[in-house]
């Protein structure tokens, strides 16, 4: 990493700009949801039927819900969807990318059910995903394409299973365009993007060269976006 001499803002190798953040929030009640019908009925219109909806019971500034579509024999892995991560805008450097929801796919083995929470192997995905919708609002930041949140500092494995420990900010690709913008009305428009986890040898990767050259990796060793804990490291 260096100092962009212009502006005095870090930048990574690839001379991307990385977004650095304050301090933690102080805890505050969260207020509701805002968009909740019109990202359900999103949710149905373009993925398929909400099996079930993991609802928060006490929230920290924005209540975050997480919308689970089951495998179908065209579609065979689990989707998780959040809403409320797009109740307040992040401070994003455009009105136009300020509302954001996240999602993840996970293989149809994958157990999703409460009673399996107690395992961090199974519950890590929905949990990360929770804390990425929140981090905006915490921290008076934003999320965008391309952007890596790792686990920590220095970056640690998301459970035992795996030695995955980032996530990177991606265009879905599981499912057709039309589900990656909900206008909401001339002044709101929530992009649906897609949580992907990383090592830390492709988050380096892409801070010297890019999210470009990632991408290109993933294409060579054709990555699939839905999860897989033990999958090769395609920067190694």
């Not at 099996?51 to 495998?71: C, G, K, L, N, R």
């Not at 709101?188 to 991408?215: H, N, S, V, W």
């Not at 060793?221 to 395609?234: A, G, Y």
Request: a negative charge.
């Amino acid at each position: 990493m260096a100092k962009n001499e212009k502006d005095g803002k870090l930048v990574s190798l690839s001379g991307a700009l990385i977004w650095e953040h304050g301090e933690e929030k102080p805890w505050e009640a969260a207020r509701g949801e805002s968009c909740l019908v019109e990202i359900t009925e999103h949710i149905e219109q373009h993925l398929g039927p909400i099996a079930m909806v993991f609802h928060e019971v006490v929230s920290d500034t924005v209540h975050i819900d997480v919308h689970h579509v089951e495998p179908t024999e065209d579609a065979p892995f689990h989707t998780l969807v959040t809403s409320g991560m797009s109740s307040l805008p992040m401070n994003a450097p455009s009105p136009e990318l300020a509302f954001m929801e996240l999602m993840v796919c996970l293989p149809p083995e994958w157990r999703v059910r409460h009673e399996e929470w107690n395992d961090e192997a199974w519950y890590w995905p929905i949990r990360r995903l929770k804390e990425l919708a929140r981090f905006p609002h915490k921290y008076d930041t934003w999320l965008g394409y391309g952007h890596t949140v790792p686990n920590g500092d220095p970056p640690e494995p998301y459970a035992a299973n795996t030695k995955l420990n980032c996530i990177a900010i991606l265009p879905q690709i599981a499912w057709p365009s039309e589900f990656d913008e909900l206008v909401v009305d001339g002044e709101k428009t929530i992009r649906f993007m897609y949580t992907m986890p990383i090592y830390q040898e492709e988050m380096d990767l892409k801070l010297r060269c890019g999210i470009e050259a990632l991408l290109d990796r993933f294409a060579e060793h054709e990555t699939r976006s839905v999860l897989d804990p033990i999958r090769p490291n395609v920067a190694l």
